[in-house]
């Protein structure tokens, strides 16, 4: 069950809230919590994005390393950079 709240939106955006969710077959609410689950479904993609790129620094990585370690993956070899330039092999039975 939902709970009644109130969101202050500018009245041009209501209006064409309100204009697509008539298109669409829906209601201003079911329209909103749409928009609504699609933002913090991006939100956290951006957020899994950024420790992404967070890791792959930490880790000295670079785009160019990014189709090696993608076949690497797909053969089970773990590759754990050792130093610059350098890449040990773990997973290589």
């Given amino acids: 069950m939902a709970t009644r709240n109130n969101l202050?939106?500018?009245d041009?955006?209501?209006s064409a809230v309100n204009e697509a969710a008539s298109a669409?077959?829906?209601t201003t609410d079911e329209l909103a919590a749409d928009a609504?689950?699609?933002y913090l479904a991006?939100?956290?993609l951006e957020e899994l994005g950024q420790y992404g790129r967070?890791?792959?620094r930490r880790l000295g990585y670079t785009e160019a390393d990014v189709p090696r370690l993608i076949a690497e993956s797909r053969r089970g070899i773990v590759a754990v950079k050792a130093?610059?330039?350098r890449f040990d092999l773990a997973g290589t039975s």
Avoid: A, F, T, W
């Fill in 8 to 10: 202050h939106i500018p």
């Fill in 12 to 14: 041009d955006l209501l």
């Fill in 24 to 26: 669409d077959g829906k």
């Fill in 36 to 38: 609504l689950r699609r």
């Fill in 42 to 44: 991006h939100r956290k």
């Fill in 54 to 56: 967070e890791q792959s």
């Fill in 83 to 85: 130093s610059p330039g």
